[in-house]
């Protein structure tokens, strides 16, 4: 076992190309997935928590509820949405990386829409008088709030950063895990594990965890520089 | 002249008991009473954060007002850009000038450039008269602006209120203090259980009250003041 620990260790510190690829992939995928999920959730989110409409609170629950979509329930879905018969099979991206990150996409909206409701509710309860008081009314008070409780959004996109890092089912359906294709981390650790191949698996697994460490790291100095600078 | 404000058998659930009230320009207002008694709600339907359950609630003109509250609320950026944000939405030209002229006024320009969150108490309520002062508003409500201020705060705070009286500006201010409703008020509404009691000139209401719960709050509220 530490035979394989330390051969693990190598490939990352080697710089191996093969590893390197497949954590290039990863990253690419999971952050234009998380891009995508802040343009569509964190509006979404500001809206449902600061307008009220009928079936509001179905909303809430619905968006609170699809924050547990089990990944390969996403990849199913993303799947038949994208397969030759299916209602966008046209596109040709089943297998690509552009389909991991709509199955991605799909997953971690519903987590930072939910998670950002959440907070700019939160903030809402605060403000709601003084800014109807100053005359600010529905999307610029929207936008107003969503602009000073920037911070604490970064909380719900991590979220959802995390997530999409970290999962192996929607990616393994949608992308198939082709070497030099759509090989991530999570869908080749799966495989050299099985495999046998645990030096390459727990190598990735050691850059998965410290990649996800470094994001978190640099998004609580964000947070703390910017307590003390506007409390 | 946005006043005088007219309440019409105005309720709110029942905390406000159907209540007819003119707020004439001039003179400040205090609306005085114990917590409780309904003076915010009040507040907040002249204000028109909250609408009445029935009743009527009309000013004789489009205008401005503004309120500070008990708790200032200030944005996460600079003191000024705070001010700024105000006058923007009001529409007002040249935002910069005259918000800088409104901390002047509040004795904050040497702070215009920190953060408003990290400024304290009584700095924080100067810099929302500040935002207030910039609006130049006809009526400005205030509700208990020193409930949560230590006395020398209070008096900076007392200071700028009666500088919005002395320009013009119609001051409404909720309180349960006693000492500041004298020295602040021209004439006192006086607000139990969501009812008018008493509405009376200040000296009036304090020498001579004219209703037994009136007479009982200034008895046992004199010892806190």
Redesign the interface.
Same mark, same amino acid.
């Given at each position: 076992m530490s035979g394989e620990i330390a051969e693990g260790l190598r490939l990352v510190a080697t710089l191996d190309l093969r590893l390197w690829q497949i954590v290039a992939l990863s990253l690419m995928v999971s952050l234009t997935a998380v891009a995508l999920a802040t343009a569509l959730g964190l509006p979404l989110g500001a809206a449902v928590a600061v307008v009220r409409f009928p079936g509001r609170d179905a909303v809430i629950v619905l968006l609170n509820a699809l924050m547990g979509l089990p990944p390969v329930v996403v990849g199913l879905l993303v799947y038949l949405l994208l397969s030759r018969a299916g209602p966008l099979g046209e596109l040709g991206l089943l297998f690509t990386p552009g389909a991991m990150v709509i199955a991605q996409t799909v997953l971690i909206t519903p987590i930072i829409a939910a998670l950002s409701r959440q907070a700019v509710a939160d903030a809402w309860r605060e403000y709601e008088e003084q800014l109807r008081s100053l005359g600010a009314r529905g999307v610029g008070a929207a936008l107003t709030l969503v602009w000073d409780i920037r911070f604490s959004l970064l909380t719900a996109v991590l979220a959802g950063l995390g997530r999409a890092s970290a999962e192996v089912g929607a990616v393994m359906i949608v992308g198939g895990n082709i070497d030099g294709v759509t090989r991530v981390m999570t869908t080749a650790i799966a495989l050299e594990t099985s495999k046998g191949d645990l030096p390459l698996a727990l190598g990735l697994g050691m850059v998965l965890i410290a990649v996800v460490l470094l994001l978190n790291a640099a998004a609580f100095l964000v947070k703390e520089a910017a307590q003390r600078r506007y409390g | 002249m946005i006043l005088p404000l007219k309440l019409e058998a105005l309720a709110f659930r029942d905390i406000i008991a159907p209540l007819t009230l003119e707020i004439e320009a001039g003179p400040s207002t205090i609306i005085l009473g114990a917590n409780g008694a309904g003076k915010s709600v009040l507040m #907040?339907l002249m204000?028109g954060?909250l609408a009445p359950s029935s009743g009527r609630i009309s000013w004789r003109s489009a205008g401005r007002q /503004?309120?500070v509250?008990q708790r +200032? @609320?200030m944005? #996460? *950026?600079s003191a000024l850009a705070n001010v700024v944000? %105000?006058l923007e939405? /009001?529409g007002a030209a040249d935002c910069e000038r005259q918000a800088l002229e409104a901390l002047e006024e509040v004795g904050l320009a040497h702070l215009a450039h920190r +953060? %408003? *969150? @990290?400024l304290s108490g009584g700095e924080q309520q100067r810099l929302a008269l500040a935002?207030a002062w910039a609006l130049h508003p006809e009526v400005l409500f205030l509700d208990e602006p020193t409930a949560s201020l230590d006395p020398s705060a209070t008096r900076e705070i007392e200071t700028i209120i009666k500088a919005f009286d002395a320009s013009g500006t119609k001051v409404v201010m909720a309180t349960h203090n006693l000492g500041q409703a004298q020295r602040l008020g021209d004439e006192v509404i006086y607000l139990h259980q969501g009812r008018v009691v008493e509405r009376a000139p200040v000296e009036a209401f304090f020498s001579r009250p004219a209703t037994a719960e009136a007479a009982a709050f200034i008895k046992g509220e004199l010892p806190w003041i």
């Amino acid at each position: 076992m530490s035979g394989e620990i330390a051969e693990g260790l190598r490939l990352v510190a080697t710089l191996d190309l093969r590893l390197w690829q497949i954590v290039a992939l990863s990253l690419m995928v999971s952050l234009t997935a998380v891009a995508l999920a802040t343009a569509l959730g964190l509006p979404l989110g500001a809206a449902v928590a600061v307008v009220r409409f009928p079936g509001r609170d179905a909303v809430i629950v619905l968006l609170n509820a699809l924050m547990g979509l089990p990944p390969v329930v996403v990849g199913l879905l993303v799947y038949l949405l994208l397969s030759r018969a299916g209602p966008l099979g046209e596109l040709g991206l089943l297998f690509t990386p552009g389909a991991m990150v709509i199955a991605q996409t799909v997953l971690i909206t519903p987590i930072i829409a939910a998670l950002s409701r959440q907070a700019v509710a939160d903030a809402w309860r605060e403000y709601e008088e003084q800014l109807r008081s100053l005359g600010a009314r529905g999307v610029g008070a929207a936008l107003t709030l969503v602009w000073d409780i920037r911070f604490s959004l970064l909380t719900a996109v991590l979220a959802g950063l995390g997530r999409a890092s970290a999962e192996v089912g929607a990616v393994m359906i949608v992308g198939g895990n082709i070497d030099g294709v759509t090989r991530v981390m999570t869908t080749a650790i799966a495989l050299e594990t099985s495999k046998g191949d645990l030096p390459l698996a727990l190598g990735l697994g050691m850059v998965l965890i410290a990649v996800v460490l470094l994001l978190n790291a640099a998004a609580f100095l964000v947070k703390e520089a910017a307590q003390r600078r506007y409390g | 002249m946005i006043l005088p404000l007219k309440l019409e058998a105005l309720a709110f659930r029942d905390i406000i008991a159907p209540l007819t009230l003119e707020i004439e320009a001039g003179p400040s207002t205090i609306i005085l009473g114990a917590n409780g008694a309904g003076k915010s709600v009040l507040m #907040r339907l002249m204000h028109g954060l909250l609408a009445p359950s029935s009743g009527r609630i009309s000013w004789r003109s489009a205008g401005r007002q /503004a309120m500070v509250f008990q708790r +200032p @609320v200030m944005l #996460r *950026r600079s003191a000024l850009a705070n001010v700024v944000y %105000a006058l923007e939405l /009001a529409g007002a030209a040249d935002c910069e000038r005259q918000a800088l002229e409104a901390l002047e006024e509040v004795g904050l320009a040497h702070l215009a450039h920190r +953060p %408003a *969150r @990290v400024l304290s108490g009584g700095e924080q309520q100067r810099l929302a008269l500040a935002r207030a002062w910039a609006l130049h508003p006809e009526v400005l409500f205030l509700d208990e602006p020193t409930a949560s201020l230590d006395p020398s705060a209070t008096r900076e705070i007392e200071t700028i209120i009666k500088a919005f009286d002395a320009s013009g500006t119609k001051v409404v201010m909720a309180t349960h203090n006693l000492g500041q409703a004298q020295r602040l008020g021209d004439e006192v509404i006086y607000l139990h259980q969501g009812r008018v009691v008493e509405r009376a000139p200040v000296e009036a209401f304090f020498s001579r009250p004219a209703t037994a719960e009136a007479a009982a709050f200034i008895k046992g509220e004199l010892p806190w003041i």
